[in-house]
């Protein structure tokens, strides 16, 4: 599919066609978890990333046993495709997939485009909710080589790793500490990490949310200076928008030295004593 690196995507028919498919899993992760209940694809399991994915009181990952029982309990195993969809172009889809390969799980595909592609096309959906029988899901330890943590950033600002910020250019340049209507889940300070580019996760999606081509996204990154070869940190606000850009450059564009910073600016732009930059660096 538009020679991608890696076969992790697949198309909307694709799904409709599998909708009976007892090796599969569809499942749902949205920005608003509400929408599952207004309508959702049929079959789809419904994950509310804060309630499901989240420790609410670290505000870290749930560790792997965790992980493996709220998969398993949902009816989904090891032996199951997940795949993953979602709103705001399938952000926390991304970051769910992303979160499956941290904990050791390779069969998961991403829909390429998010939930509102499904129903604008007419589609079917549903608002039941779908039950299965508990089966046994086994999370593996988390890979770092695919997840950075905060001392990783800082070491990152003195060697090679490029680091791509990928929030708005109003939060980048420090304008806006957290995107409109999130106000009260911003960092103490505004601004971004000293060096980092600015790629915004948008730029790498069509109008519907669908991905662009291998070459455009090449292109896009390259000329922001990320390149082949080259160790990558992503980060945005909490992780879920950078989850996305991970995708790209990890998956489709088959970069194998990125890193997902999901502390990334609640955690830096809280931290005592870290450089941080204002400023479109233009």
Request: hydrophobic share 35%; with cysteine.
């Given at each position: 599919?538009a020679?991608?690196?890696k076969?992790?995507?697949v198309?909307?028919?694709?799904?409709?066609?599998?909708?009976?498919?007892?090796?599969?899993?569809i499942?749902?992760?949205?920005?608003?978890?509400?929408?599952?209940?207004d309508?959702?694809?049929?079959?789809?399991?419904?994950?509310?990333w804060?309630?499901?994915?989240?420790?609410?009181?670290?505000?870290?990952f749930?560790?792997?046993?965790?992980?493996?029982?709220?998969?398993?309990?949902?009816?989904?195993?090891?032996?199951?495709?997940?795949?993953l969809?979602g709103?705001?172009?399938?952000?926390?889809?991304?970051y769910?997939?992303?979160?499956?390969?941290?904990?050791?799980?390779?069969?998961?595909?991403?829909v390429?485009?998010?939930?509102?592609?499904?129903?604008?096309?007419?589609?079917?959906?549903?608002?039941?909710?779908?039950?299965?029988?508990?089966?046994?899901?086994?999370a593996?330890?988390?890979?770092?080589?695919i997840?950075?943590?905060?001392?990783?950033?800082?070491?990152a600002l003195?060697?090679?790793?490029?680091?791509?910020d990928?929030r708005s250019?109003?939060?980048?340049?420090g304008?806006?500490?957290?995107?409109?209507?999130y106000?009260?889940?911003g960092?103490?300070?505004?601004?971004?990490?000293?060096?980092?580019?600015?790629?915004?996760?948008?730029?790498?999606?069509r109008?519907?949310?669908t991905?662009?081509?291998?070459?455009?996204?090449?292109?896009?990154?390259?000329?922001?200076?990320v390149?082949?070869?080259?160790d990558?940190?992503?980060?945005?606000r909490i992780g879920?928008r950078?989850?996305h850009?991970?995708?790209?450059l990890?998956?489709?564009?088959?970069?194998?030295?990125?890193?997902?910073?999901?502390?990334?600016?609640?955690?830096?732009g809280n931290l005592?004593?870290?450089?941080?930059e204002?400023?479109?660096?233009s």
């Open positions: 599919m020679g991608y690196a076969d992790v995507l198309d909307t028919q694709w799904v409709e066609d599998h909708l009976e498919d007892p090796a599969v899993r499942v749902e992760v949205d920005e608003n978890p509400a929408l599952y209940a309508a959702h694809i049929p079959g789809a399991i419904g994950f509310d804060r309630k499901d994915l989240q420790d609410p009181v670290r505000r870290d749930l560790d792997a046993r965790a992980f493996g029982e709220l998969f398993g309990s949902r009816g989904i195993s090891n032996d199951h495709t997940i795949v969809y709103d705001r172009n399938n952000w926390f889809a991304a769910t997939y992303w979160y499956l390969k941290y904990y050791g799980h390779d069969a998961v595909k991403l390429n485009g998010p939930r509102e592609k499904w129903i604008a096309e007419g589609r079917p959906t549903s608002t039941d909710v779908p039950r299965h029988d508990a089966e046994t899901f086994t593996q330890d988390g890979d770092a080589a997840r950075a943590l905060r001392e990783e950033v800082l070491a003195d060697g090679g790793t490029r680091l791509v990928v250019p109003q939060e980048y340049s304008e806006l500490i957290a995107m409109p209507g106000e009260q889940e960092a103490q300070r505004g601004g971004h990490i000293p060096g980092a580019a600015s790629v915004p996760w948008a730029q790498a999606v109008e519907d949310g991905f662009k081509s291998a070459d455009e996204l090449a292109e896009l990154y390259g000329s922001k200076g390149t082949n070869g080259a990558i940190i992503a980060y945005c879920e950078s989850a850009t991970w995708f790209v990890h998956e489709l564009l088959g970069r194998d030295r990125v890193k997902n910073y999901d502390g990334s600016w609640t955690e830096w005592v004593n870290v450089p941080i204002k400023g479109s660096g």
